[in-house]
């Protein structure tokens, strides 16, 4: 998932992208509602995780704003607010969950699962087959003849982004955008490395290039 933080303490800041972006997900961290605005005019987010108080307002101002055009992204709170009226505020005004500071990142990134969870399209099968490749969301991983391949974090996102849609093609952009958060530079050739590293492990003609316009999986093969 492209996950956005919005979080004014830093070490918590650091310690949590460092925490979610080990479970292959791509992180951007901001400190103000002013930049998280920024981003999210830029970005299509799946999930964010939202403090309360930071320097220039409220994190529920976003959090209305945000709900008032879309119900596609979903929220988890972090905040040190812990009393039973500031939770039922937070989730009558949109909030997927809430968690209260301090927590266990454990705890956080297991939270984070279960509410991605309920927002996963009842089309998007929690298994996907092309030829002899079985794609597994809800385990995170990929097989071959019924054999689990070792992936690397960065090359499950890419299978996982693929494998939603099996057919569609995604631009090389959109698979940088999955791969990398916005403070990261890309080099030139990495989406192509990492498609050649993939292919070796499932097989040429899984993935297909589509030339000028990006890579899709190929659904002439797949369920």
């Given at each position: 998932m492209?996950?956005l933080?919005?979080?004014?303490e830093y070490?918590?800041?650091?310690?949590?992208q460092?925490?979610v972006?080990?479970d292959?997900h791509a992180v951007d961290?901001?400190?103000t509602?002013e930049?998280?605005r920024?981003?999210?005019?830029?970005?299509?987010y799946?999930f964010m995780?939202?403090?309360?108080g930071l320097?220039d307002?409220?994190?529920?101002?976003?959090?209305?704003?945000?709900?008032?055009?879309?119900?596609d992204?979903?929220?988890?709170?972090?905040t040190?607010?812990?009393?039973?009226?500031d939770?039922?505020?937070?989730?009558?005004?949109g909030?997927?969950?809430?968690?209260?500071?301090p927590?266990d990142?454990n705890?956080?990134?297991?939270?984070?699962a279960?509410?991605?969870?309920?927002?996963?399209?009842?089309?998007?099968?929690?298994?996907?087959r092309?030829g002899e490749?079985?794609?597994?969301?809800?385990n995170?991983?990929v097989?071959?003849d019924g054999?689990?391949?070792?992936?690397?974090a960065?090359?499950?996102s890419i299978?996982?982004?693929?494998?939603?849609?099996p057919?569609?093609?995604y631009s090389?952009?959109?698979?940088?955008?999955?791969?990398?958060?916005l403070?990261r530079?890309v080099?030139s050739n990495?989406?192509?490395?990492?498609?050649?590293?993939?292919?070796?492990?499932?097989?040429n003609?899984v993935?297909?290039?589509?030339?000028g316009?990006?890579y899709?999986?190929d659904?002439r093969?797949?369920?």
């Open positions: 492209r996950i933080i919005v979080e004014d070490d918590l800041g650091v310690a949590v460092e925490r972006g080990l292959g961290w901001f400190t509602l930049d998280a920024a981003a999210m005019a830029t970005v299509d799946d995780l939202l403090d309360l320097p307002g409220s994190g529920r101002d976003l959090l209305r704003e945000v709900r008032r055009t879309s119900s992204i979903a929220i988890l709170i972090t040190a607010e812990d009393q039973i009226s939770r039922i505020a937070g989730l009558s005004e909030a997927d969950d809430y968690i209260v500071k927590y990142l705890e956080l990134v297991a939270r984070i279960a509410v991605a969870r309920r927002y996963a399209s009842p089309r998007r099968h929690a298994h996907c092309v490749i079985t794609i597994d969301r809800e995170r991983s097989s071959r054999e689990r391949l070792d992936l690397t960065r090359e499950w299978m996982e982004l693929l494998s939603r849609s057919g569609r093609i090389r952009q959109q698979i940088d955008t999955a791969l990398y958060a403070d530079d080099d990495t989406v192509e490395v990492f498609i050649s590293r993939l292919r070796r492990k499932v097989g003609t993935i297909r290039t589509i030339r316009r990006g899709c999986l659904a093969d797949g369920a």
